[in-house]
C-alpha cells in the first residue's frame, strides 16, 4: 500500500479513524490500524512524552496520514465536545477505532464505552492485545529500552528499535588506536543504556552490519558518545544523517586499564557480532 502522509490527503475524505498516543506505533497499534478502511487516518494525540517514535518519524511505521493533536489542547473537553471536534476535523468519519483502555476527556472521564453512546457510526474497540500473556504498551517498551533489553523491546515493537541522529566529529582516536567509528549526536529518541550492542547502520538509505557504542568513554576522556563501526568496510568521513536500528545488547560499558586491553576487548565485541550476522543471514 502507498504511504498517505497527512499533508497531501484531505480531511474530507477520511472516514475511519484510530485514536490514542501512539508512541511505539507497536504491535498492538498496528492492530488497530488494521480495522480501518482505505480512506482512514491515524489521530495521534500528542502528550509531550513521545520518545519511542517521535512526532516527525511516527508516519514512517504506517501507510495511513498522520494527523497529531496537543493533549494539552483538547483534555478539558466533555464527551460531546470531543467527538463534536472529531466530527468538524474529519467531516465524512464513520467509524473510530480505540483500544479498549482509550480514555479521553476531562479527567479521562470518557471510556472507549462513553463512544458507542456519543458517536453516531462504528465504533470498534480492540480487546488487549498481549504477547506471551503480558499487555503490549509503549510504557513497557519504553522501560525494556532502558534497561537494554532491545529483544524484548523489538518483539512488542514487531520491528527493530530505530533510532536517528546527525553525524559529528569524535576524539580523533578510533581511526588511530581502536576502530574507526562514525560519530552521532541524537534528540528525541530515548536512547538504551550503556554497553556495546549489535545493530545495523543506514547511511543514506544503505543499511549496513555494525557494532555501536552507547555511554561514557570511562576509558579515554569519560565524555558521552554513540559511536558506530560498520563492520567489514572502510567508510570514508561520512557526513549526515545516521539511522541505527538495534537488534541486541552484547556487554555493558567498561572502564579497561590501558587502551591495548580495550582494543582487544572491541575485536571479540565485532567478530561476536560478525557471528550473529553469519547466522542470521
Ligand atoms: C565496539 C566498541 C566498544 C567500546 N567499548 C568501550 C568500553 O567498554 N569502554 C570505553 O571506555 N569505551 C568503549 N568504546 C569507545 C572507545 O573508547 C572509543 O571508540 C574511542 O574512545 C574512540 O573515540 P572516537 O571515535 O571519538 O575517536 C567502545 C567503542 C566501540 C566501537
Ligand atoms: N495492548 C493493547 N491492546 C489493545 N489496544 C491497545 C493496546 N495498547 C494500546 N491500545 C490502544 O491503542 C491506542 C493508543 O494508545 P496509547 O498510545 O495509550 O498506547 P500504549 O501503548 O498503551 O501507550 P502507554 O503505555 O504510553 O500508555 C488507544 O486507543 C489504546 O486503547
Do not use: W
Request: proline letters at 2%; charged letters at 25%; hydrophobic letters at 35%.
Amino acid at each position: 500500500m502507498k504511504k498517505n502522509y497527512s499533508t497531501l490527503v484531505n480531511k474530507k475524505e477520511i472516514t475511519s479513524i484510530a485514536i490514542g498516543g501512539f508512541d511505539g506505533m507497536h504491535i498492538a497499534h498496528q492492530k488497530l490500524f488494521e480495522k480501518l478502511d482505505k480512506n482512514g487516518a491515524v489521530v495521534a494525540i500528542e502528550s509531550g512524552y513521545t520518545n519511542i517514535t517521535p512526532k516527525s518519524f511516527r508516519q514512517e511505521y504506517t501507510n495511513f496520514p498522520v494527523y497529531y493533536y496537543i493533549l494539552e489542547n483538547i483534555r478539558h473537553l466533555d464527551g460531546e465536545s470531543f467527538v463534536k471536534l472529531l466530527k468538524e476535523e474529519f467531516p465524512n468519519l464513520k467509524k473510530i477505532v480505540v483500544g479498549f483502555d482509550f480514555y479521553f476527556g476531562k479527567n479521562r472521564k470518557y471510556s472507549a464505552q462513553n463512544l458507542l453512546g456519543l458517536f453516531k457510526g462504528e465504533v470498534v474497540i480492540i480487546d488487549e492485545i498481549c504477547n506471551n500473556n503480558v499487555a503490549i504498551h509503549s510504557r513497557y517498551i519504553r522501560e525494556f529500552i532502558k534497561e537494554g533489553n532491545i529483544k524484548k523491546a523489538n518483539c512488542f515493537l514487531g520491528r527493530e528499535y530505530k533510532i536517528a541522529g546527525a553525524q559529528v566529529k569524535g576524539q580523533g582516536l578510533g581511526k588511530t588506536d581502536f576502530v574507526p567509528t562514525i560519530n552521532l549526536i541524537v534528540e528525541d529518541f530515548l536512547l538504551p543504556n550503556e554497553g556495546v550492542y549489535i545493530t545495523k547502520t543506514i547511511l543514506k538509505d544503505e543499511e549496513f552490519n555494525s557494532i555501536t557504542f552507547l555511554g561514557h568513554r570511562v576509558t579515554t576522556d569519560g565524555s558521552y558518545a554513540i559511536e558506530t563501526h560498520i563492520l567489514n568496510k572502510n567508510i570514508e568521513d561520512f557526513k549526515g544523517k545516521v539511522e541505527i536500528k538495534f537488534i541486541d545488547k552484547l556487554r555493558e560499558n567498561k572502564k579497561f586499564n590501558s587502551f591495548e586491553e580495550l582494543k582487544n576487548q572491541i575485536n571479540k565485541d565485532i567478530a561476536q557480532a560478525e557471528n550473529y550476522f553469519n547466522t542470521n543471514k
